[in-house]
């Protein structure tokens, strides 16, 4: 009886441990990458972020907001990394140039408020046109 409940285990033990060594596809919780891990890897990740799998890039923000905020629960801290990934992959990623403009435009703005306060004495200069470069979508 003994003897069949060991090479049961044994059996249950290489079965698991096989099981471990599978490479699958997990998919970041929050920037959506997938990477090929072993099933034990994602176990590994996923227990020490609240049932999620993160990928490496996102597990490290993860951790530096629990590091900036320690009372933070480590599933605030997924989701608040979730959102900005989301709301990163809603602009930045699917319309480079829009927010590339936007960037632009106000770093523009902020160089002419600051040659405007600097300028503050100098005699004024009449400008119809804005200085603000246009960019061109069609390039
Ligand atoms: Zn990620």
Known sequence: MSDVSS????????ES????DQVMQ???ECCGLKEDCTKGYITIVKSCHCGKWVCGLCSEAVKERLYRAPKTAIQDAVSFHREFCQKFNSTIRLNP????????RDIAKRSHE???SKNLSAPKIDRSTSCVPK????H
């Open 17 to 20: 441990s096989t099981v471990d």
């Open 26 to 28: 997990a998919e970041c």
């Open 7 to 14: 090479e049961i285990e044994k059996y249950i033990a290489l």
């Open 114 to 116: 600051y040659r405007s």
């Open 97 to 104: 140039k829009l927010s590339l403009a936007c960037a632009m």
């Open 135 to 138: 960019i061109d979508f069609k």
